[in-house]
């Protein structure tokens, strides 16, 4: 391997290459995204008073409420800053098209967000008070986006590693919202 591809492996890997030096349909991509949807960064309090740093794009067009569609990953939600894109939003560039409120989290302890990381933490079956775990930080989250993201249809999909998944939907999210879990086995 050449020394530029070399470079190129490690920055995409690290998170540091920009749309300025991506492929054409990437920098295209881009582009859509920046003129449809405005991202902002939000650090949602959990019960327990840990904040999640959660990005989230709005689609521009509001002329009628949306659905939301999250991922929380241990792998990062880069790229960081509130002027940073990500070129596709979703599983695929058709959910970008689609048109959704997509919302990404670090989950506690990773990247930007507070607290320890635990790896395949366990489901707490009987918590108490202000006790956290992965489904109660997927509960508050959603809680939180239904109550404080404007322009959402209150019907929430989640998708990721299938662990991420699962353990998020232990407890009864509120308000019934999640419709939809989408997990697959690749990092997110």
């Known amino acids: 391997m050449d020394r530029f591809l070399a470079a190129v492996v490690l920055l995409s890997s690290a998170g540091l290459l920009t749309a300025q030096i991506a492929p054409p349909d990437a920098r295209k991509q ?7 949807y405005t991202r902002f960064d939000y650090r949602i309090p959990m019960r327990d008073g840990v904040n999640l740093f959660t990005p989230v794009y709005v689609p521009k067009d509001t ?25 596709v939003l979703g599983p695929s560039e058709l959910f970008t098209k689609e048109g959704f409120i997509f919302v990404y989290q670090d989950v506690r302890g990773r990247y930007l967000s507070e607290d320890t990381f635990i790896d395949v933490p366990v489901h707490k ?64």
Do not use: C, F
């Open 63 to 87: 002329s009628h409420p949306y659905p939301i569609l999250m991922l929380r990953t241990p792998y990062s939600v880069a790229p960081y800053g509130v002027d940073n894109y990500r070129p």
């Open 30 to 36: 881009l582009e859509y995204t920046r003129a449809h």
């Open 125 to 188: 079956a009987n918590l108490r008070g202000k006790e956290a775990d992965e489904s109660t930080d997927t509960y508050d989250t959603i809680d939180w986006l239904v109550k404080n993201v404007p322009n959402n249809n209150g019907k929430v999909g989640i998708w990721g590693i299938s662990v991420a998944v699962g353990t998020a939907l232990a407890d009864r999210p509120p308000h019934r919202s999640v419709r939809a879990a989408l997990p697959h086995t690749a990092p997110a």
